[in-house]
């Protein structure tokens, strides 16, 4: 790598994977500025990431400043060095780390010993055929799965890899991944409307799976119930309510009115009487325990059960669009405010807290949307925060 420095060798390299090791276990292209500041302190509720990039920029021993700046980590002499890499001549270089001038670019490590050895390096990561190129945005990473023990970042499966971009308010985290459940679609997600507090997508990465526990625990039902006769792909989906907050369990099935039967039976542990009823034009069937009523209909593949009616005629209009890909292997959405609405609600009738501290850790976002796939051995979440 740096041998070539001062050598007769190429001219300046377009971004620093080009000088990199090719053994460093992580990768970093940062735009330093407030915009990487603000996309940083908002999405700091929600990953570990930006908590990480900063870590790896305290360990380079770069100047501070805005502009951009690239970092690897090098395994050197047992340990791993963050070298920091800044396009030209920068200012203001910290006396006590070494650094040299290397093909356009200022490449600062925190020892000269650590740069000697990066020196040493003959191959590039941008010549690894297992590096892959970054996305742009405010701040992006790859990472081996040293390197993302390394950051503190969820483990890698096996000798795997992933990237991970920041942008404004989107965090993509791309990685290696085994062939896993087959994806579902997300129509079920029209059932969301600007009521609504929290929503999830039931499949194989479903924060659903975690919803309907508490939300069981929540209304006095049986959670393993709920989630064997919920059809993948369906939604759990709360509103605020008059008294309580209102629980929706929608979807598509082969026996749509067969499912609905079912989640209604779960929802009022097959008690009450059964009454048919027509609103707003949509034909409703409700399962009537007491002063509380769950309300239920189908239409074509499509059914519905609500503890409110206004849960239900969401779910039959269909209007909501979220932006979600066509198929997912899960999905969640939350309102902020409207969670922090309902919050307390769920917490007195389960006891403790975790509602509320699950919305408080959401700090700054009004607003939350996550989902992930997974194609070709590349699986992919995304974070979308505003």
Request: overall charge positive; proline content about 8%.
């Amino acid at each position: 790598m740096l041998a070539l420095a001062g050598c007769g060798g190429p001219g300046d390299a377009g971004d620093a994977a080009q000088l990199a090791p090719a053994r460093s276990v992580a990768f970093v292209q940062l735009e330093r500025g407030p915009a990487l500041t603000r996309a940083e302190t908002l999405l700091d509720h929600v990953s570990p990431v930006p908590a990480a990039l900063r870590t790896a920029l305290a360990r380079s021993g770069a100047p501070g400043g805005t502009g951009r700046i690239e970092l690897a980590a090098v395994p050197i002499g047992g340990g791993v060095a963050w070298l920091a890499y800044l396009p030209g001549k920068p200012k203001g270089l910290p006396t006590d780390v070494a650094h040299r001038r290397v093909r356009g670019w200022t490449v600062v490590a925190p020892s000269q010993t650590d740069l000697d050895a990066a020196r040493a390096s003959k191959r590039h990561l941008a010549d690894d055929p297992r590096f892959h190129t970054l996305p742009s945005g405010l701040a992006a990473v790859f990472v081996r799965t040293a390197g993302a023990r390394l950051l503190r970042l969820p483990r890698l499966p096996g000798t795997r890899w992933a990237t991970v971009a920041l942008a404004r308010d989107r965090l993509t985290v791309r990685q290696a991944a085994p062939p896993a459940a087959a994806m579902h679609p997300t129509t079920a997600a029209a059932a969301v409307d600007d009521r609504t507090a929290v929503a999830a997508g039931a499949g194989a990465w479903s924060p659903a799976a975690g919803v309907l526990p508490a939300l069981a625990g929540a209304y006095g039902v049986d959670a393993k119930a709920l989630g064997r006769d919920l059809p993948a792909g369906s939604v759990v989906a709360l509103r605020p309510g008059t008294l309580l907050p209102e629980l929706t369990l929608a979807g598509e099935s082969p026996h749509p009115e067969t499912t609905a039967r079912k989640l209604a039976l779960v929802l009022t542990r097959g008690q009450g009487s059964v009454e048919s009823t027509v609103d707003a034009g949509v034909p409703i069937v409700a399962y009537v325990l007491g002063a509380a009523e769950v309300d239920t209909g189908s239409w074509g593949s499509r059914f519905a059960v609500s503890t409110g009616l206004s849960g239900l005629l969401a779910a039959h209009a269909a209007a909501g669009d979220l932006g979600l890909p066509a198929r997912s292997e899960g999905w969640l959405y939350v309102d902020a405010a409207r969670a922090r609405a309902v919050a307390p609600a769920i917490d007195t009738l389960a006891g403790g807290h975790r509602a509320r501290d699950a919305v408080a850790r959401l700090g700054p976002i009004a607003r939350l949307l996550a989902w992930r796939t997974r194609e070709r051995g590349v699986e992919t979440t995304v974070w979308e925060a505003s």
